[in-house]
């Protein structure tokens, strides 16, 4: 674990050189410590694959307290204690057909059945890495290399708001419509990313997800079901 200033107001904390269970888990709870217990001071925490990076105000506290409070809050983790508790966020997906028009390319790719790679996709729990790209877009790892895909060689200049895809060895929801060139396997009901909820973002990094299928009939029924995931 390294304590890296990033400039004079903010430092990063390095949780190794690849993304795994125990840095995920360090990661989401100093996260959540900082957001329901922050030091005086605290502005912002940007968590991503493998760090945290802490932006504090220099008028009200230094470096030195910012580490050792870092360092307070992660021994209190190593010792596992937990600042909140976790939970699995299960999401509903419709796969395949007009929500999933690259689920065929994708199970071709690997060799698989279409209603193989549904099993595998659903089989896997993931850990959301970081959000990016948009807001709400959750970087999913964990899952099967069975089912990696390359990236479209073309984006797609329009992609509905909770489509499902994969790109590599990594899979994500569409919060909002955007261009994108993940393959696309499904799409869900829920609102990924909502102004109108307290916290806007349904996914933080560090949290778990797993994803379960549903027909046609129940995604149009979620979908149009105005109170649904708000």
Known sequence: MKYLPLNEYAVTVYFGESPDEHSRRAIFQLDRALQERPFPGFLEAVP???SLTVYYDVKQVQRQQVVRYLENVL??????EEIVQE???DIPVCYGGVHGPDLSFVAAHNGLSEA???DVHCSATYQVHMIGFMPGFAYLGGMSPRIASPRLAT?????PAGSVGIAGRQTGVYPLVAPGGWQLI??????LFD???????LLAAGQLVRFYPIDTKMFEN???DTTYAN
């Open 48 to 50: 991503a694959y493998v």
């Open 75 to 80: 021994q209190k983790v190593e010792q596992g």
């Open 87 to 89: 939970t699995i966020v």
């Open 116 to 118: 193989a790679v549904i």
């Open 155 to 159: 984006p797609r200049s329009q992609v």
């Open 186 to 191: 499904g799409r869900t009901p829920v609102r």
């Open 195 to 201: 102004l109108g909820r307290p916290s806007p973002s």
């Open 222 to 224: 979620l979908i149009s």
